[in-house]
């Protein structure tokens, strides 16, 4: 069974700062691990995904994530918070094809 | 190439009424979910299709939901009855089919259902 935990449902930035969200992960199995961004009224789109190979992990709009066996966390960073980062993250682990979302986490970002 | 396509975006009924989604996945996909996600929840699998067979439905409150995809391409979502609890977004998603390892979902707008 797997199980994902994102802690902090709501983070706030300010426009430059660096940005973490947390992403702790429960498997079974060797793990495939996923960040989707959801923007208001759309659907989930993919930030990045880790499969077993390196475990620094880069996606699009620059953000990264670094997969930690031993602390069995994903978390999500970004160097620089841009306004058009606000938005809803959700982490999310897979195994057989079949994905487990975390609650998410909506991150601000202040001017 | 061409997203997830849902529709409709948006839809108000009253309990006990029914409704349908529609969702035409990603040309070659073979792998099709459906989700719910409730107000400030992650999604919930409600039901996973591999072509039109049904790989996963152990979450789909069978009672009152159904779900089809008959030529193995698009697929409809139904409740009926709907009740006050199913107001949420039903979210569908597509993946290609592998024999090992597992793939990226891609996911359509939604639909945002509200029961009244």
Known sequence: AQSVTQLGSHVSVSEGALVLLRCNYSSSVPPYLFWYVQYPNQGLQLLLKYTSAATLVKGINGFEAEFKKSETSFHLTKPSAHMSDAAEYFCAVGAGNMLTFGGGTRLMVKP | ?116
């Open chain 2, 1 to 116: 190439e061409a997203g997830v396509a849902q529709s409709p975006r948006y839809k108000i009924i009253e309990k006990r009424q029914s409704v349908a989604f529609w969702c035409n996945p990603i040309s070659g996909h073979a792998t099709l979910y459906w989700y719910q996600q409730i107000l400030g929840q992650g999604p919930k699998l409600l039901i996973q299709f591999q072509n039109n067979g049904v790989v996963d439905d152990s979450q789909l409150p069978k009672d009152r939901f159904s779900a089809e995809r008959l030529k193995g391409v698009d697929s409809t979502l139904k409740i009926q009855p709907a009740k006050l609890e199913d107001s949420a977004v039903y979210l569908c998603a597509s993946s290609p089919h592998g024999t090992s390892g597992i793939f990226a979902q891609y996911f359509g707008p939604g639909t945002r259902l509200t029961v009244t």
